[in-house]
């Protein structure tokens, strides 16, 4: 990094910064000062287009990004409701592109983010199961198409396209553990992130794939704990429904983190678990959500209490499977959070 500096000669020169002999003082001297430990900053800069930029993972990313100076294309489908989200005066230099403009915004990017998915934490009509699948494989073709069609040179070289630990099916066991060479199970929820899954792997094969599988993200105003706390609180908040599933969940922080350094670090690709390195079940989930909130946490939620506000998506919550992080864990990923009693502190208190 090399900086200018147009300096007075005056006697308030550090002395600890070494002028050669052989500078000649004038009244006003241009010197360059050369930091050779740095990089320049410019170096290590993306452009990056993210698909479901305003959501609970999403709206995290992009700040992230755009307070570490990157270039940031938001592909949206609402723009007005990513201008209310992304204003221009906080977040000025931000491109925000409806489905026409996407092309241009992808051709454009060193890397894409794909986040792009109806929540699944919604009751369950027939309609909306459709749409949940549909929203998934719809945008994450389009934006494999748009990359594969892209001219070499222009072409991102990181697809980061999110997928979630449903793959491994819900209810399946109580005993068992999941990593990222587990198989999919085989309801309605692994269906949807195969099918998910298939469609982002049909991107060019010198474009870098990293497929994380997210679990339950925990984090302030959204997610799961948004659903659960008003239960939790109406309930005197015990465990949801028999409290021994098990919960795999992550913070919202830790998996911005974990998505931000897969779309540089070339290490990470193919399936990457979402999730932190200590799942509970979920009665020691709602124990510890119990003693944050200063709630006693001994009546359950029932089963039919989840299902009156989340209908058939109540699954998510009462069907879990212990998935743990392994490819994140040997790849050196620092978890900020890697137990649920510190990830609630944080958000609640």
């Given at each position: 990094?090399?900086?200018?500096?147009?300096?007075?000669?005056?006697?308030?020169?550090?002395?600890?910064?070494?002028?050669?002999?052989?500078?000649?003082?004038?009244?006003?001297?241009?010197?360059?000062?050369?930091?050779?430990?740095a990089?320049?900053?410019?170096?290590?800069?993306?452009?990056?287009?993210?698909?479901?930029?305003?959501?609970?993972?999403?709206?995290?990313?992009?700040?992230?990004?755009?307070?570490?100076?990157?270039?940031?294309?938001?592909?949206?489908?609402?723009?007005?409701?990513?201008?209310?989200?992304?204003?221009?005066?906080?977040?000025?230099?931000?491109?925000?592109?409806?489905?026409?403009?996407?092309?241009?915004?992808?051709?454009?990017?060193?890397?894409?983010v794909?986040?792009?998915?109806?929540?699944?934490?919604?009751?369950?009509?027939?309609?909306?199961?459709?749409?949940?699948k549909?929203?998934?494989?719809?945008?994450?073709?389009?934006?494999?198409?748009?990359i594969?069609?892209?001219?070499?040179?222009v072409?991102?070289?990181?697809?980061?396209?999110?997928?979630?630990?449903?793959?491994?099916?819900?209810?399946?066991?109580?005993?068992?553990?999941?990593?990222?060479?587990?198989?999919?199970?085989?309801?309605?929820?692994?269906?949807?992130?195969?099918?998910?899954?298939?469609?982002?792997?049909?991107?060019?094969?010198?474009?870098?794939?990293?497929?994380?599988?997210?679990?339950?993200?925990?984090?302030?105003?959204?997610?799961?704990?948004?659903k659960?706390?008003?239960?939790?609180m109406?309930?005197?908040?015990?465990?949801?429904?028999?409290?021994?599933?098990?919960?795999?969940?992550?913070?919202?922080?830790?998996?911005?983190?974990?998505?931000?350094?897969a779309?540089?670090?070339?290490?990470?690709?193919?399936v990457?678990?979402?999730?932190?390195?200590?799942?509970?079940?979920?009665?020691?989930?709602?124990?510890?959500?119990?003693?944050?909130?200063?709630?006693?946490?001994?009546?359950?939620?029932?089963d039919?209490?989840?299902?009156?506000?989340?209908?058939?998506?109540?699954?998510?919550?009462?069907?879990?499977?212990?998935?743990?992080?392994?490819?994140?864990?040997?790849?050196?990923?620092?978890?900020?959070?890697?137990y649920?009693?510190d990830?609630?502190?944080?958000?609640?208190?």
């Amino acid at each position: 990094m090399e900086v200018f500096c147009s300096l007075s000669w005056t006697h308030s020169i550090s002395p600890r910064l070494h002028i050669p002999h052989s500078f000649s003082v004038g009244e006003t001297n241009r010197f360059r000062v050369i930091c050779s430990a740095a990089q320049s900053p410019k170096a290590n800069l993306m452009t990056v287009s993210v698909t479901g930029a305003t959501g609970f993972i999403g709206t995290r990313l992009v700040q992230r990004l755009h307070a570490d100076n990157h270039k940031v294309c938001v592909l949206t489908r609402s723009k007005s409701k990513a201008e209310t989200i992304f204003p221009v005066k906080n977040f000025p230099g931000i491109v925000i592109a409806e489905e026409a403009g996407w092309k241009d915004c992808i051709e454009g990017s060193n890397a894409v983010v794909n986040l792009a998915g109806m929540p699944i934490s919604t009751r369950w009509s027939p309609e909306i199961k459709k749409e949940i699948k549909e929203s998934r494989i719809r945008v994450t073709s389009k934006v494999v198409d748009l990359i594969n069609s892209s001219p070499q040179g222009v072409r991102p070289t990181v697809l980061v396209s999110a997928t979630a630990v449903g793959y491994y099916g819900s209810g399946t066991s109580e005993t068992r553990v999941f990593d990222e060479n587990s198989p999919s199970g085989n309801d309605y929820l692994a269906e949807v992130c195969r099918e998910w899954e298939g469609t982002a792997l049909k991107v060019d094969k010198d474009v870098r794939l990293a497929l994380i599988r997210i679990g339950v993200v925990l984090g302030k105003d959204g997610g799961a704990l948004a659903k659960m706390i008003p239960l939790f609180m109406m309930f005197a908040g015990g465990p949801l429904g028999s409290g021994q599933q098990w919960f795999s969940w992550i913070h919202l922080d830790d998996i911005v983190n974990l998505i931000y350094e897969a779309l540089s670090n070339p290490s990470y690709k193919g399936v990457i678990n979402g999730t932190a390195p200590n799942p509970v079940r979920l009665s020691e989930m709602c124990n510890q959500l119990g003693n944050v909130l200063g709630r006693p946490s001994w009546l359950p939620v029932p089963d039919f209490a989840l299902k009156a506000v989340l209908g058939e998506g109540a699954s998510v919550v009462l069907e879990g499977q212990k998935v743990v992080p392994a490819k994140a864990k040997e790849l050196g990923f620092p978890f900020k959070y890697p137990y649920v009693k510190d990830a609630l502190k944080s958000i609640l208190s």
